[in-house]
């Protein structure tokens, strides 16, 4: 894990647990004011999922984990990528596609190696990860479900009994479909920051 976060050409120190753990709630706390914005302007809830594939792509540059580590120039983000030890065996492949070559650095290139106290701490975050991400489609599921017609009355459903419009439920399933592709691709490596204790920034580059 690195201790110094570069954004927009300014470093960031973030040896410390507390800076890392402000880092996670801002970072989420921006994702939750532009969606409430996005809905706010466009009920329709188009402008909230543009907003919300556009989002993800900061998560590679900060939190590190997943969407970064395959171009050279966003090899960045404070967490080691995830896939590097994939990397590295592309690399050192001799022969290899025009399109390997895109996607993979070229031999020579150092790549990220994840050790096995590295892979510990990516498969115990994925494991905490999954038990939010399950809650989240479990809720979704439901919700569905619960807008069912009735067999013996296709014009009711249990929504509509509590008096919750079709499009209600449409939002809040797209809502959580929403949180669940956010927190799909960030959940994990924001663990791993929010659960490191204070790093001597010599540990972290060793």
Not at 81 to 91: A, D, R, T, V
Not at 157 to 175: D, N, R
Request: glycine share 10%; aromatic share 16%; charged share 15%.
């Amino acid at each position: 894990m690195k201790t110094e976060l570069v954004l927009f050409g300014k470093h960031f120190k973030m040896a410390s647990q507390a800076r890392r753990r402000r880092l996670v709630l801002i970072f989420y706390a921006a994702f939750a004011a532009l969606i409430a914005a996005s809905w706010f302007i466009d009920p329709s809830g188009y402008g909230s999922g543009f907003m919300t594939i556009e989002f993800t792509i900061l998560a590679g540059p900060i939190l590190g984990g997943y969407l970064c580590g395959w171009f050279k120039p966003f090899n960045v983000g404070l967490v080691q990528p995830f896939g590097g030890n994939e990397i590295l065996k592309y690399s050192a492949k001799k022969s290899r596609s025009a399109l390997s070559r895109l996607f993979y650095p070229q031999e020579g290139f150092p790549g990220i190696r994840n050790d096995e106290r590295d892979l510990g701490k990516r498969d115990h975050a994925h494991f905490l990860a999954y038990r939010v991400l399950s809650v989240l489609f479990m809720l979704a599921f439901l919700i569905e479900f619960m807008g069912r017609p009735f067999s013996f009355h296709p014009t009711w459903t249990m929504w509509s009994l509590l008096g919750v419009s079709t499009s209600g439920v449409h939002h809040a399933i797209f809502l959580l479909l929403q949180a669940g592709y956010v927190l799909a691709l960030t959940l994990p490596p924001a663990i791993i920051l929010w659960t490191e204790p204070d790093v001597e920034e010599e540990q972290a580059q060793g």
